[in-house]
T-cell receptor
Framework: GQQVMQIPQYQHVQEGEDFTTYCNSS?????IQWYKQRPGGHPVFLIQ?????EVKKQKRLTFQFGEAKKNSSLHITATQTTDVGTYFC????????????FGKGTHLIIQP | GAGVSQSPRYKVAKRGQDVALRCDPI?????LFWYQQALGQGPEFLTY????????KSGLPSDRFFAERPEGSVSTLKIQRTQQEDSAVYLC????????????FGPGTRLTVT
């Protein structure tokens, strides 16, 4: 079955440093989504990428979808304490109707 | 507006007991998903409904797990004869329709089997 690998598992950064998490799928994806989960909370949708090579930005967050639609990345510029949480990528295999395959997430820890 | 709600938020069950977890999706959302999230892991897909039809139940770990959505709105995930390995957070998510990709998650039900 489809597998989604995400690295690193944990990332410690100083406040103000940049952060990147990487996601790789064993199969070609129809779309990839990114979610953020705060400690004790539930996943909250951040963005969806559909097109090969797509790049989207949300303020300090930049999302990329690889040309082969098998990998993706999330980059945060100048991290803030509010960025703390776990970032998950989730791959969809088609149609938008299926359940997502989530990576194990990257836990972002920020030291002030 | 109201988001996805789940009840109970916490459930402690003795091994062998049956449990029922409820999900109220966002009004008008056609698609409903159940996920299981173990501590420190990502959510794992269990099952998917489009209206009242269960279109995919490939993620249900055993025949002890059963889900229904009889009127295409509220959904119930039932676990029979609970085992310790069933301990996890059970997340429900809904999506506007089959063409919409964004999933809105509820707060989850934390199930602890003792």
């Amino acid at each position: 079955g489809q597998q989604v690998m995400q690295i690193p598992q944990y990332q410690h950064v100083q406040e103000g440093e940049d952060f990147t998490t990487y996601c790789n799928s064993s199969t070609t994806l129809s779309n990839i989504q990114w979610y953020k989960q705060r400690p004790g909370g539930h996943p909250v949708f951040l963005i969806q990428l559909v097109k090969s090579g797509e790049v989207k930005k949300q303020k300090r967050l930049t999302f990329q979808f690889g040309e082969a639609k098998k990998n993706s990345s999330l980059h945060i510029t100048a991290t803030q304490t509010t960025d703390v949480g776990t970032y998950f990528c989730a791959g969809g295999s088609g149609g938008g109707a299926d359940g997502l395959t989530f990576g194990k997430g990257t836990h972002l820890i920020i030291q002030p | 507006g109201a988001g996805v709600s789940q009840s109970p938020r916490y459930k402690v069950a003795k091994r062998g007991q049956d449990v029922a977890l409820r999900c109220d999706p966002i009004s008008g959302h056609v698609s409903l998903f159940w996920y299981q999230q173990a501590l420190g892991q990502g959510p794992e897909f269990l099952t998917y409904f489009q209206n009242e039809a269960q279109l995919d139940k490939s993620g249900l770990p055993s025949d002890r797990f059963f889900a229904e959505r009889p009127e295409g709105s509220v959904s119930t995930l039932k676990i029979q004869r609970t085992q310790q390995e069933d301990s996890a957070v059970y997340l429900c998510a809904s999506s506007l329709n089959y063409r919409a990709y964004e999933q809105y998650f509820g707060p989850g039900t934390r199930l602890t089997v003792t």
